[in-house]
């Protein structure tokens, strides 16, 4: 049988269109034409015998009579029923099969039924869907990242002066080029609300241009140039995100970012001396701070610790007036109560600290009778002088004890007399 169908589909089959289905007999082939087309008649009248011959009830291959006994060539309703059924059967089997696809990792597949959209699969793997005619399928990659560029192409040298120059607040053009960063985030809408081209990233384009437009505009140059470029670019993300939102455009924005911004070539040269101007006057100014920041904080430790000195002294002169206060009423009460015993305390206190800081002796006179006065202090001041560095220590005992006699006066009662001269009170 499969011989059968491998000569039928044979194009190289010796016997092709030769072989009469009846007797068996062989007629001569026919000389080919080389130069006129093929008989496409007799071709579709051998396939037809041969499709017979493969399905037919009776003898098999075509040499031999029918039940009835005649001729075998004709042709059996039959067998070529049977063979129709056949090829639609392997036509239908193609033809569904031609349905199943694979949805690769990050992917999303959007589902059409007659060019209306029924569904979206999300999942990765391998999927079907009614074939084609009926159902279609597109293929949305949504890990992908996707850039545009805004001011120039493939390279910040190829500039392109229509998206690029710009109008600043206060009225000065800047020349910008920045790059916009974007996946995917609704691929039914990424597919079916982008009506601006065949290119889909057109509709991200215009909308980053168009709010790049928008934030300059509302900044100055000095914002754009050099101050705030990170707040520009983070400003024009969002409404970026804004505008493609509104649109339904099904985009997510990553990132924006400013590759280069500068004023244009024809005045660059006054804004770089003017920038290095504005440089110098920073620079003094951070000097100058920096020198006010050494020397106010020194000025003020300073101020701080004279204030706290004289609060010190404020408060140390108050307690002692206190004390004073409070030492003096209660003498004054204890001399209230007993004034004599009170007066003669105080005088003996106050002779005990006058005569604790002099070196002159009072002695009263009244009692006569002779006093042996002993120079302590003399003899403290040269125990001092020999025992200090450089100094030269006694001989011997006989000399200290007689220059400690010579010290001592002859006649004590001379002493007394002169100390009659001053009496003590």
């Known amino acids: ?79 070529a029923a049977m063979g129709a059924a056949v090829l639609v059967l392997a036509a239908l089997l193609l033809w569904l099969g031609s349905g199943f696809y694979i949805i690769q990792e990050g992917q999303s597949s959007i589902v059409l039924r007659f060019g209306q959209y029924v569904k979206q699969i999300d999942r990765a793997g391998f999927t079907w869907r009614l074939p084609y005619p009926i159902e279609t399928n597109e293929i949305v990659d949504r890990q992908r990242l996707r850039t545009v560029e ?19 607040q206060d009225q000065s053009i800047v020349d910008m080029q920045f790059a916009v960063q974007y996946r995917v985030g609704n691929p039914k809408d ?55 939102d509104r649109y339904g455009a099904g985009v997510t924005i990553i990132d924006v970012t400013i590759q280069q911004v500068q004023p244009p070539e024809q005045v ?19 000097e ?44 004054l009460t204890e001399y209230s109560k007993a004034p004599k015993v009170t007066r003669d305390r105080m005088y003996l206190e106050t002779m005990q600290q006058v005569f604790s800081n002099v070196s002159k002796l009072y002695v009263e006179s ?26 030269q220590e006694t001989s011997g005992g006989a000399q200290s004890s007689s220059s400690a006699a010579s010290s001592v006066p002859a006649d004590p009662r001379a002493d007394l007399s002169r100390n009659r001269e001053r009496p003590v009170r």
């Open 1 to 79: 049988m499969w011989n059968n169908v491998r000569n039928i589909f044979s194009l190289n089959d010796p016997g092709w269109g030769n072989k009469q289905g009846g007797n068996g007999s062989d007629r001569p082939p026919p000389r080919p034409d080389p130069d006129g087309p093929p008989d496409l008649d007799e071709i579709w009248r051998d396939f037809n015998r041969r499709l017979n011959g493969l399905f037919s009830k009776g003898r098999g291959g075509g040499d031999g009579g029918g039940p009835r006994g005649g001729r075998g060539d004709g042709p059996s309703a039959k067998g």
């Open 366 to 391: 009244k009692s006569g009778g002779n006093l042996l006065y002993l120079p302590l202090d003399k003899l403290m001041q040269r125990s001092d002088a020999t025992a200090a560095p450089g100094g």
């Open 190 to 244: 990424y597919l079916f609300n982008n009506n601006l081209g065949p290119v889909p990233e057109e509709i991200a384009r215009q909308a980053a241009e168009t709010a790049m437009r928008e934030v300059v505009g509302r900044s100055t140059i000095d914002q754009v140039l050099y101050e705030e470029k990170d707040i520009v670019a983070r400003k024009a993300r969002d409404l970026i995100q804004s505008l493609l």
């Open 288 to 331: 100058g701070q920096a020198y006010a920041n050494d020397v106010i904080p020194k000025a003020g430790g300073a101020a701080a610790r004279v204030s706290q000195e004289a609060d010190g002294y404020r408060q140390r002169i108050i307690a002692a007036a206190t004390g004073d206060a409070s030492r003096f009423k209660q003498v």
């Open 268 to 286: 660059q040269a006054a804004f770089e001396d003017a920038n290095k101007a504005a440089q110098d006057r920073q620079r003094l100014i951070n």
């Open 150 to 168: 805004i001011g120039y192409r493939n390279g910040v040298r190829n500039k392109n002066p229509r998206e690029a120059l710009m109008l600043t």
